[in-house]
């Protein structure tokens, strides 16, 4: 990722306590980004203007639009009047099952759903998932401090979201970040998409964000095989509902020394020990959940 590309500059005026004046500061960059399959233009998205190929890739794998990267035959991405666009040549099947679900042109930052025409459109079905991936959870520490080391943009302004692909012991395999959470997840799934074939360690079930586990979120991991997703805030009720239906493990409130499993716990431990459903687990003992005021849900 190209810093300089992502963020610029500004002169901001900050309050602190009794002072007021000029300092210098950094913000990331936001562009719209379109995604033209076959000459159509399908969806605009507005995200940090870094690993776009992998980001259609991803939302074309997350969407549905396609099952895997070979179904792709061309992409481009082309410079556009302030802002890109990536356009995709895909198989007459995949272009068909695109004009099947249609989606208007304006979305909002990295917003999963917006713009879509029908409502059935939102809550597609997902097939179960298998039983392949595990983690324990004794490496999430580990983990959490890899995801904000990759977080180069977010940094130096305090504006993005990330999503990992971890290995057993909580490294990361992969690490994008972008303004948007969904475009963040998007960007893991498609890297994770063109690298597997030739890269097994890619093949990882096992993803960590650092948002919250919205309905979204869960059916695009679900979509492309993700088999636990790590989040560190909260989970909606639908999330829920949906991972359970997929069998996906989900995992709120994940933070140093505790995660908050609320299904599927069958594919974690910790510190070898199973999981159990809608418990916090820390690294001394097993607790019920409360919490606390001050959690963020982003």
């Keep these: 990722m190209d810093l300089n590309q992502c963020a610029r500059p500004v002169t901001a005026y900050k309050r602190s306590f009794d002072t007021f004046g000029a300092v210098p500061d950094v913000v990331a ?22 690993d776009l190929e992998e980001f259609a890739v991803g939302f074309s794998l997350s969407e549905g639009i396609i099952q895997n990267r070979s179904e792709i035959y061309g992409m481009d991405v082309v410079p556009a009047c302030r802002g890109v666009r990536v356009e995709l040549e895909v198989s007459s099947e995949s272009f068909m099952k695109l004009k099947e679900r249609r989606r208007s042109l304006a979305g909002r930052t990295g917003c999963g759903v917006c713009g879509l025409e029908q409502i059935n459109d939102v809550i597609r079905p997902v097939k179960p998932l298998p039983r392949t991936a595990t983690f324990d959870l004794q490496h999430l520490d580990r983990a959490l401090a890899a995801m904000k080391a990759c977080q180069l943009v977010g940094d130096v302004t305090g504006c993005t979201h990330a999503a990992c692909l971890l ?11 972008d303004v948007g959470r969904h475009v963040a997840l ?17 093949n990882s079930r096992v993803v960590l964000i650092s948002s919250r586990a919205s309905y979204e979120m869960v059916q695009k991991a679900a979509s492309c095989g993700v088999e636990v997703l790590l989040a ?14 997929a069998g996906l493990t989900l995992a709120a409130f994940c933070r140093p020394g505790r995660a908050t499993v609320l299904t599927h716990p069958e594919r974690l431990t910790n510190a070898g020990l199973p999981a159990q459903r809608g418990v916090v687990i820390d690294s001394v003992a097993e607790r019920t959940f409360r919490r606390p005021a001050e959690e963020s849900v982003s």
């Design 29 to 50: 960059e936001e562009v719209p980004v379109a995604l033209v399959y076959n000459g159509i233009s399908h969806v605009v998205m507005m995200a940090l203007p870094s």
């Design 167 to 177: 290995d057993d012991h909580g490294g990361t395999i992969g690490c994008m970040e």
């Design 186 to 202: 998007d960007k893991l799934l498609g890297a994770r998409g063109m690298r597997a074939p030739t890269a097994p360690e890619w």
């Design 232 to 245: 560190v805030s909260a989970a909606t009720g639908l999330a829920v509902e949906t991972a359970e239906k």
